[in-house]
C-alpha cells in the first residue's frame, strides 16, 4: 500500500474532521472557510507533485494514480475552493451548522477526488455514495419547505438511482466474475466468443449503468429531480452540484466506459448508439424546456441538462471512435473544465445579485446592468460562453467536441446540437436583456464581499483563458486523455 | 512583412473599445474623441495597405500582408491574416465606414461609453472576418459581431427594437450553426483549417467524410442568412428598420457583405463543382431576391424599411454576379459589394439625418422638403442617382459590370441558357430601381412644402464632411473603376482558374 498516492484525499478528510472540530471552540466562524481553503490548497499542491510520474496503483488496483485522476483532482479542487469562497456570504446567514457546511463539501470533494482514481465497481460505489449522502444533506441545509422538499426528493430519486446502478454492477459482476476494471475488460474479451446470453446480460448491466449514471450527470430522461433541487437548494449547492457532481459523473462515465467496455467493437458501438439517442433528445428537451422558466435557477437546470447532452455527444464519439484516437474524451474533459467555470461563473454571480434582490425570478434583475456593470457583465460572459459564442469557453469546448464528433461521422447529431445552440440563444440572451435594457426597480448598487468578488473573477478569467488560448488546457485534457491507466 | 499592420488594424479598434470601456459615461467628448482617433488611425493605415497593394498580374492569388503565427496547434488552428485582391477592397470600405460611422454617431448621448466600445468592436470583428484565412479564426470573427450588434439595436435603436434584436441573433446563429457544422466536416475531410491551403490543394483531392455538396450547402447556409438570400431575408428589414442610423451603415455597409464574400471565398473557391452544379439554383433564388426585393421596396412607407428592402434587391445582383461564374460577373459583384456599401452607407446616413431632423419617418406625412433643406436634399438625391445606377457613379459600373459578365455566363440547366435569360429578367430590377427611388424622392423632397417642416435644421458641418467623403468615393469608383478592378482582379483571376480546370 503506497499511501503517498492518496495524500490529497488524506488533506482533504483531516481538514473536513478539523473544520468540524474547530466549530466547537472557534468564536470567529469565517476562519472556518480559511480553513477549508487551506486545506484544499495543500491537497492540490499534493495533487501536482504526483503530476509527474507513470500511472500507478494502489490497494490492489482499486485505485489508479494517472493524469486522467489528477486532471479532475485539480478540477474538483479548484471547484469546491470556488464554492467555498462563493459561500462566505451566504453561510455567514446561519446561525447555527457553519462547520458541518464546510465539512459536508469538503467530504463530497473528498468523494469526487477518490472517484475520478477509482478502478473498482465497489470502490466506485463507495465514493459515488460519499458525494451523494454528503450532498443531500447540504441541498436540504436551508431547512425551509423548499430545501427541506428539494433534499428529499434528491435523496428519494438518488437512492433508487444507487441501487439501479448497484443493480448494474452486478449484472456485469454476475457474467464477468469481476469488479476491477481492467479484469472485467478482460473477461469480456473472452466472453465474446461465447456469445449468447452472456452478451445480453453484459448489456442489460450497462443499460442499467447508464441509468444509474444518468441521474448523476441530470441526463435525459433521468433528470426530473432538477429543477425543484435546483431551485430549493443553497445557490452555492445549486452551483456545486450543477458543476462538481456533474462532472465527477461524467469522469467515472469515461473511466467506466473506456476501460472495461471499449472492446469488442459490437458493445462499444452499442452504448455509443445509446449515448447519442440520449445526447440528442437531452439537449433539445433541455433547451425547449429551460425557454418559458422564470426563475434563474430552474433555466439554468434545465440549461445544465442541455449541457450534459452536448457532453453525452462526447462520449457516444468514444463508443462509436473505430480508430482508438482519444479525440472523444479529450473533447469532453476540456468541454467539462470550460463548463465547470462557465457554470460556476454564473451561479456565482447569481448569488451576489439575488442577495441584493432578494428573488431569483428573471424579472426582478432588470436593470443589473445599470446599478451595478461588472457583476451584469461577468454574467453576462458567462450566459454568452453558455451559448457557445467565441473567445469564450463554452465556444472552444463545443467546437472541439463537435470537431470530434464529425470526425466519427456523427454530422447529423451535430446538426441537431448547433441547432439546439440557436435556441439556447434565446433564453439566455433573454436574461442578458433584462439585466442591461430594463428599468431597474431597486436602489443602490450590488453589494458582495471580497470573497465572491475574487471567486467570480477567477471564474471569468478561465472561461477567457480557456476562450482565447485554450491550447494549454487542450494539451493537458488530451494527456488525462491519453494516460489512462487501468 | 515585420511590421504587423493588418494585426495592427484589427485591433486597434478594440483597443480604442477597451479605453472607452475604462471611461466614465459623463465624459462623452472624451470618448468620441477616442472612438474616431481609434478608427481613423486603422483608416490611414488601410489607406497605405491599399496603395502598397501589389496589383500586377503576376501576384494574382498571392496573398498579401500576410502574417501566420501558430495559435492552436492541437486543431492545426492558426492566427493568420492576409489579403487578397477580394477581401482588400471590402477590409478598405470597413476601415473607411468604421471612421464614418463615428462621426455619424456624435450626437449619440445615450450611453456613450457602452455606445462606442460596442461599435469599436464592431468593426474589429468585420475587419477580422475580411482578413481571417483561418476557418477558425473567421469563424469566431464571424460570430463575435453578433454581441455587439445585440447590445446597439436593442438599446439604441427604436421602435420594436428588442424584436428585432432578437430576430437578427437568432438569425445569425442559424445561419453560423449550419456555417459550423460545414467548416467542421471541411476541417475533417482536409485535416486543415487554412482556407489557402485547402483552396490550393483542391476539395477534390481529398476523401470526403459527407458529400461535397452537403458541406457547400452548410457552408452557403451561413452566407446567405447574412447576404441575404431569400427566404432569408426576413431579418434584414426588421433589424434595420429599429437599428440607430451608425449600424445600419455598417450593417448594410459591410456586413451584408460579409456575406458575399464568404460565398466568394468559401463556397466558390474551395467547392468549384458544386458551385458549378448548383449555380442555376442560385442564379433562379438571385433572380428572385431582385425582383422581389425592388417590389417590395415600392411599397414601403417607412424611410429606412424602404432602403433595407432595396438592398435585398441589390444584394441579389451581387449573388446573380458570384454564382454566374464569370470573371466579370465576380468582379462586378465584388465591385457592386464595395459600390453599394458607399451608396447604401450615404442613403441611409442621410436618412437618418432627415429622421433626426423633422422627427418624421414615415414618407407619406413628409414632402416638400426640398425647400426647407436643401442640402440634405442634394445629398440624398446624389446617393439615390448611385443607387439607380446611373452613370459616372460607381453604382452603374457595377451593375453593368456584373450584367456583363451573367449574361457571358455559360450556365445552363439542360439547353437552356439559365443565365443569360435570368440576366434578361433581374435587368428589371434595375428599371424598378429607378422607380422606387425616384418615387421616394418625389414624395419626400418635392410636391408641395409643409409648413409643420419649416423650422427644420439643414445639414450641419460635421454631416456635410462625411457626407462629402461618401461622395467623392462614389465619383472617385464610378469614374476611375480601374482603381478597384484592377485589385479585384488580382483575387477573382485564380478563382476562375480553379473554375476552369
Known amino acids: 500500500m503506497d499511501l503517498v498516492l492518496i495524500t490529497p484525499e488524506i488533506v482533504l478528510l483531516v481538514s473536513a474532521i478539523v473544520v468540524i472540530l474547530l466549530d466547537l471552540f472557534l468564536q470567529r466562524k469565517s476562519l472556518l472557510a480559511v480553513i477549508s481553503l487551506a486545506g484544499l490548497a495543500i491537497s492540490f499542491g499534493c495533487a501536482v507533485g504526483l503530476w509527474c510520474g507513470n500511472p500507478q496503483t494502489t490497494f490492489n488496483d482499486m485505485l489508479t494514480v494517472d493524469k486522467f485522476a489528477l486532471f479532475f483532482k485539480f478540477l474538483f479542487l479548484v471547484i469546491s475552493a470556488l464554492v467555498i469562497l462563493a459561500s462566505t456570504d451566504y453561510v455567514s446567514k446561519f446561525t447555527r451548522f457553519q462547520g458541518e457546511y464546510y465539512a459536508l463539501v469538503l467530504l463530497s470533494t473528498l468523494g469526487m477526488t477518490l472517484l475520478t482514481a477509482a478502478t473498482e465497481l465497489i470502490t466506485i460505489f463507495v465514493a459515488l455514495e460519499l458525494i451523494s449522502i454528503s450532498l443531500y444533506a447540504l441541498v436540504g441545509f436551508l431547512k425551509d419547505s423548499k430545501s427541506t422538499e428539494a433534499s428529499l426528493k434528491y435523496m428519494l430519486l438518488g437512492a433508487i438511482a444507487s441501487a439501479i446502478l448497484l443493480y448494474g454492477m452486478a449484472f456485469v459482476f454476475g457474467f464477468t466474475g469481476k469488479t476491477q476494471l481492467g479484469d472485467i475488460a478482460q473477461a469480456i474479451g473472452t466472453l465474446s466468443l461465447a456469445g449468447g446470453s452472456a452478451s445480453f446480460g453484459l448489456l442489460l448491466g450497462l443499460i442499467l449503468l447508464i441509468v444509474g449514471f444518468g441521474f448523476k450527470i441530470a441526463a435525459f430522461p433521468f433528470q426530473m429531480w432538477v429543477p425543484d433541487v435546483y431551485e430549493g437548494a443553497p445557490t452555492p449547492i445549486t452551483a456545486y452540484l450543477s458543476v462538481a457532481s456533474k462532472a465527477a459523473g461524467f469522469a467515472i462515465i469515461l473511466r467506466i466506459f473506456y476501460t472495461a467496455f471499449d472492446l469488442p467493437t459490437w458493445l462499444s458501438q452499442d452504448w455509443g448508439i445509446i449515448f447519442a439517442v440520449l445526447a440528442a433528445i437531452g439537449m433539445t428537451v433541455g433547451n425547449i424546456v429551460a425557454i418559458p422558466q422564470v426563475n434563474i435557477k430552474r433555466m439554468l437546470g434545465y440549461s445544465s441538462i442541455a449541457q450534459a447532452g452536448y457532453l453525452m455527444l462526447g462520449i457516444a464519439t468514444m463508443g462509436l471512435s473505430k480508430s482508438h484516437d482519444f479525440l472523444g474524451q479529450s473533447s469532453v474533459i476540456f468541454f467539462l473544465a470550460g463548463y465547470a467555470v462557465t457554470n460556476m461563473g454564473a451561479f456565482i454571480a447569481i448569488i451576489a445579485i439575488s442577495n441584493k434582490v432578494g428573488s431569483d425570478l428573471i424579472e426582478d434583475y432588470a436593470g443589473v446592468g445599470k446599478r451595478s456593470p461588472l457583476l451584469a457583465l461577468a454574467l453576462t460572459l458567462c450566459l454568452i460562453s453558455l451559448t457557445g459564442i467565441p473567445l469564450t469557453a463554452g465556444f472552444m469546448g463545443k467546437f472541439y467536441i463537435f470537431s470530434a464528433a464529425v470526425q466519427q461521422n456523427l454530422l447529423w447529431l451535430v446538426i441537431i446540437a448547433v441547432l439546439n445552440s440557436v435556441i439556447s440563444a434565446y433564453y439566455y440572451l433573454r436574461v442578458v436583456k433584462v439585466m442591461w435594457l430594463d428599468e431597474p426597480k431597486f436602489e443602490g448598487s450590488v453589494s458582495s464581499s471580497g470573497a465572491l468578488r475574487l471567486a467570480l473573477f477567477l471564474a471569468c478569467f478561465g472561461v477567457l483563458l480557456l476562450g482565447v488560448i485554450p491550447n494549454y488546457v487542450m494539451k493537458l485534457a488530451e494527456w488525462a486523455a491519453q494516460m489512462m491507466g487501468f | ?501
Open chain 2, 1 to 501: 512583412m515585420n511590421f504587423n499592420i493588418l494585426s495592427l488594424i484589427i485591433f486597434l479598434p478594440a483597443l480604442g473599445a477597451i479605453l472607452i470601456a475604462c471611461t466614465s459615461n459623463s465624459r462623452a467628448k472624451l470618448i468620441k474623441y477616442i472612438a474616431a482617433i481609434f478608427t481613423l488611425i486603422p483608416l490611414i493605415l488601410a489607406i497605405c495597405v491599399f496603395f502598397s497593394f501589389d496589383r500586377s498580374p503576376t501576384m494574382a492569388g498571392v496573398i498579401q500582408f500576410e502574417e501566420k503565427a501558430s495559435w492552436i496547434p492541437l486543431i492545426n488552428a492558426y492566427y493568420h491574416v492576409g489579403l487578397d485582391g477580394v477581401s482588400l477592397p471590402l477590409f478598405f470600405l470597413m476601415t473607411l465606414l468604421g471612421f464614418l460611422v463615428v462621426l455619424i454617431s456624435w450626437k449619440i448621448d445615450l450611453r456613450p461609453r457602452e455606445y462606442f466600445a460596442w461599435l469599436l468592436l464592431l468593426e474589429m470583428s468585420i475587419l477580422g472576418v475580411f482578413a481571417s484565412l483561418d476557418f477558425l479564426l473567421f469563424f469566431i470573427m464571424w460570430e463575435i459581431e453578433v454581441i455587439p450588434m445585440f447590445f446597439l439595436i436593442s438599446i439604441w435603436g427604436a421602435g420594436r427594437k428588442e424584436y428585432s434584436a432578437f430576430k437578427y441573433v437568432l438569425y445569425t446563429l442559424f445561419g453560423s450553426a449550419m456555417m459550423l457544422a460545414g467548416i467542421l466536416s471541411v476541417y475533417f475531410t482536409t485535416h486543415s483549417l487554412s482556407m489557402v491551403d485547402i483552396t490550393a490543394r483542391g476539395i477534390a483531392s481529398y476523401i470526403p467524410v459527407v458529400p461535397q455538396a452537403l458541406m457547400f450547402f452548410l457552408l452557403l447556409g451561413g452566407f446567405a442568412v447574412k447576404l441575404p438570400v431569400f427566404p432569408f431575408h426576413t431579418w434584414l428589414p426588421d433589424a434595420h428598420t429599429d437599428a440607430p442610423t451608425a449600424v445600419s451603415v455598417v450593417l448594410a455597409g459591410t456586413l451584408l457583405k460579409m456575406g458575399g464574400y464568404g460565398m466568394i471565398r468559401v463556397c466558390v473557391s474551395i467547392f468549384p463543382d458544386a458551385a458549378r452544379q448548383f449555380a442555376p439554383i442560385l442564379i433562379s433564388l438571385a433572380m428572385v431576391n431582385i425582383i422581389y426585393g425592388a417590389a417590395v421596396t415600392l411599397k414601403q412607407t417607412d424611410i429606412k424599411r424602404l432602403i433595407a428592402y432595396s438592398s435585398v434587391s441589390h444584394m441579389g445582383f451581387v449573388l446573380l454576379g458570384i454564382f454566374s461564374l464569370t470573371t466579370v460577373s465576380l468582379t462586378g459583384a465584388t465591385l457592386q459589394m464595395f459600390s453599394h456599401g458607399l451608396i447604401t452607407g450615404l442613403l441611409f446616413a442621410t436618412a437618418g439625418i432627415v429622421m433626426h431632423n423633422t422627427h418624421e419617418r414615415d414618407i407619406n406625412k413628409m414632402g416638400g422638403l426640398a425647400r426647407q433643406i436643401p442640402i440634405i436634399t442634394v445629398i440624398f438625391t446624389i446617393a439615390g442617382l448611385g443607387a439607380m445606377g446611373v452613370p459616372s457613379t460607381s453604382g452603374f459600373i457595377a451593375e453593368f459590370m456584373t450584367f456583363l459578365g451573367s449574361f457571358q455566363s455559360d450556365i445552363l440547366v439542360g439547353a437552356f441558357p439559365i443565365a443569360k435569360v435570368f440576366t434578361v429578367i433581374s435587368i428589371l430590377g434595375i428599371l424598378l430601381g429607378a422607380g422606387y427611388i425616384l418615387w421616394l424622392l418625389q414624395r419626400v423632397f418635392y410636391n408641395a412644402p409643409q409648413d409643420k417642416f419649416n423650422g427644420v435644421h439643414d445639414a450641419d458641418k460635421l454631416e456635410r464632411v462625411y457626407s462629402a467623403i461618401f461622395i467623392i468615393m462614389i465619383f472617385l469608383v464610378g469614374v476611375y473603376p480601374s482603381i478597384l478592378t484592377n485589385v479585384i482582379k488580382t483575387g477573382i483571376t485564380p478563382i476562375i482558374n480553379l473554375l476552369g480546370g
